[in-house]
């Protein structure tokens, strides 16, 4: 038998060792974890977005009533004290 095949053993014998509750629980917490680790497939880098030239990247750049760098640091400065204050 392979490794593999020796620690799938082992963890079935484990798991057919607990009592009918600690068994639901284990397989409650295994489908929350396969829940949680979906991984989709990732955009590739051909899906045509040339954000350097789309419209939609820098539409306030112009806008002389914002000034997103003093917005950014008051909200960090905010949050931040947040929790660690």
Do not use: C
């Amino acid at each position: 038998m392979g490794e593999d095949t020796t620690m799938t053993h082992e963890i079935l014998g484990e798991f057919l060792s607990l009592p009918a509750e600690a068994q639901s629980q284990v397989v409650s917490l295994i489908a929350f974890l396969k829940q949680k680790y979906i991984y989709s497939e990732p955009l590739s880098a051909s899906s045509n977005v040339d954000l350097v030239n789309d419209p939609f990247v820098g539409m306030w750049r112009d806008r002389q009533d914002l000034d997103s760098t003093t917005w950014v640091r008051n909200l960090r400065e905010s949050e931040w004290s947040k929790t660690n204050g």
